[in-house]
């Protein structure tokens, strides 16, 4: 049976649990052990599958075809392990779960309550991705004293009795602020926010202080006095450059030092892999700059890992990336001169269409080179066949039923689908690629898988048309029926993918298509 990591969160939202998480996986990662790693969120949707990315960020597509929780790309990025969807369990699943069972007369007549019923369905829920490691991590969303959060909080305190202790680890991830006009951190929002978890049962092994700048002894001391924790255990995790500086940052506080010895677990002295990767970017004097055409723009998180895949191709190429936020909405081609690159990522809906549009029209003819992901790489099919082919009406059929040109339409099997949430083309999927093309050649590969997540597709019927004037498609699906990637011939690097290789991109293992599109801006 495998020790448990419990993370928690107080005083406020986005503290940075999940990079907190990935970080203890990865450094437990380095000891040698197997971990697994899950989340756990409160809120009441079965899935983020149907949420705007302005509520929760992006939507993390998983290889067997979960819309999850973004942490679950920190999770990937920083482990080798590949996640699924028994790692994101929302309060709407268990619940679904719960009332489904009783529907079903599962509960034999029982009165059906929070406790036993719905906190029994979190352990069991929890308990699902225990096999084969060592360790699992497991961190729960929102803040403590959050209504919908009690159960699992409950559900984690159940399980640390029935585990023992001994195999069973909290750390709180907290916030302590720094009141500029008194040059003072202030620890009270740290002590109210374990004085409730305290409240709720859980006492807290780990505290990890999130803050603008570093936590000094003093406070450390302070803070290990009011929550009843080891000084030792009260980490300091100040505002970082890079995300991938918090390993390092744990490391040096001998936080995986702290958690090996708290499980019985030998510790190794071991140099992290995470020091390569944080001195490239740091020494890295040129930098790439990328457009990035979105029309989610105003919340950076609803193209997380687009950045950081972008982050990762910049560190094979040994060069820093800068991101130049474009809103589709509010198209200026003054960003798209300056840029090195541009990229247009995937969406849904009509909104910002014909920003997109221009900003690959532009990408094409400045021969400047331009990347298209999902929605971005339908957009250069209709952008062509409206500037090159004539087809001035093209379009897809998601923005308009009745064109003339359905250069992108759905695909059959979607017609008759009502459901909006887990009804897509979703997960890992194979992709032919062509001989003698640049997708080929990136590669360097005949088959390959990846990760999709739309309805919508290349109209065959215009294929033949697109390809008399220059366009390939060279990469398909094994039995050839779909477009997975196109490119153009007289081109430096104009690259259009169906499927989101951003969620394969790691920092160790860059994706090679993003390695290869800041390798030519450069």
């Known amino acids: 049976m495998p020790c448990y990591i419990f993370v928690t969160g107080g005083v406020l939202s986005s503290l940075g649990k999940g990079v907190a998480s990935a970080s203890i996986a990865s450094l437990l990662e380095e000891q040698g052990l197997k971990i697994n790693i899950q989340k756990l969120d409160p809120y009441l949707n079965v899935d983020p599958g149907t949420m705007s990315p302005y509520q929760h960020g992006e939507v993390y597509v998983t290889e067997d075809g979960a ?8 999770y990937e990025r920083f482990t080798n392990r590949f996640t699924s969807k028994k790692n994101n369990v929302t309060a709407g699943r268990v619940y679904y779960n719960v009332i489904q069972r009783e529907r079903e007369g599962g509960y034999l007549g029982a009165t059906v309550q929070v406790i036993p019923h719905i906190t029994d369905e979190i352990k069991r829920l929890i308990r699902e991705v225990e096999e084969d490691c060592d360790v699992v991590i497991v961190e729960i969303g929102g803040t403590v004293g959050d209504i919908e959060g009690l159960p699992f909080l409950e559900a984690v305190r159940q399980l640390s009795m029935e585990l023992g202790r001994e195999k069973v680890l909290f750390v709180h991830t907290t916030y302590v602020p720094y009141v500029k006009s008194a040059g003072e951190l202030k620890t009270k929002p740290t002590q109210h926010s374990v004085k409730e978890l305290r409240a709720i049962g859980i006492q807290p092994d780990i505290i990890l202080c999130r803050s603008e700048i570093d936590i000094p002894e003093s406070i450390k001391e302070k803070i290990a006095l009011f929550t009843n924790v080891k000084k030792s255990a009260v980490i300091s995790a100040p505002d970082v450059e890079f995300i991938y500086e918090v390993p ?8 995986d030092r702290l958690i090996t010895q708290h499980f019985g677990f030998e510790y190794k002295e071991r140099e992290s892999r995470w020091e390569s990767i944080v001195q490239t970017l740091k020494s890295s004097e040129r930098e790439v700059k990328i457009a990035l055409v979105g029309k989610y723009v105003s919340l950076k998180d609803s193209y997380k890992s687009v950045v950081e895949a972008l982050i990762h191709g910049g560190i094979a190429n040994g060069v820093r990336v800068k991101v130049l936020w474009t809103n589709a909405e509010d198209y200026q081609e003054e960003l798209l001169d300056e840029a090195d690159g541009i990229l247009v990522p995937g969406g849904f809906g009509e909104r910002g269409i014909e920003g997109k549009l221009k900003a690959l029209n532009y990408g094409r003819l400045s021969k400047k080179p331009t990347f298209g992901i999902c929605l971005g790489m339908q957009l250069m099919c209709v952008e062509f066949a409206r500037n090159v082919l004539g087809l001035i009406d093209a379009n897809s059929t998601e923005f308009n039923p009745f064109t003339p040109h359905p250069v992108i339409d759905i695909m059959e099997e979607q017609k008759n689908i009502k459901e909006l949430g887990g009804t897509m083309r979703l997960g890992s999927y194979p992709c032919k690629l062509v001989e003698g093309t640049k997708a080929r050649q ?6 390959i898988y990846e990760r999709h997540r739309h309805r919508y597709e290349f109209n065959n019927k215009y294929r033949e048309l697109f390809e008399r004037h220059g366009m390939v ?18 081109h430096p690097w104009y690259i259009g993918c169906q499927f989101h290789p951003e969620f394969k991109s790691k920092p160790h293992s860059p994706h090679p298509l993003f390695v290869s599109f800041i390798f030519s801006c450069l």
Do not use: M, N
Not at 248 to 255: I, P, S, V
């Open 67 to 74: 819309e999850t929780d973004l942490d679950l790309g920190h």
């Open 248 to 255: 390092l940052l744990f490391k040096r506080q001998g936080l």
């Open 442 to 447: 990136i590669y360097q590969k005949d088959l």
């Open 473 to 490: 498609f060279s990469g398909l699906s094994p039995d050839g029926k779909l477009v997975e990637i196109v490119e153009l011939k007289d």
